[in-house]
């Protein structure tokens, strides 16, 4: 049988552990703070780092780029 989707990659989430400068950890809890006012739900900063991280590596051209020629 033959699907339109082919079959899902791996979305098993590897942990890191990252250290931050403290001017940086506040920001994040800053942004956390900022998120639950708007949207009404709390979020830890390190939920919301690896959306914020995505969004930076997705919109970044220049990485795009660089990894479309990698990938030849």
Partial sequence: MSLRIG???????????VSVEPDLACALADYAAIYAETYGAQEKPETLVPVMLEMFLSSDAAAKKAGAKLAR
Avoid at 7 to 17: A, E, G, H, I, N
């Fill in 7 to 17: 079959q899902l990659p791996d979305r098993t989430p590897v942990k890191l552990s």
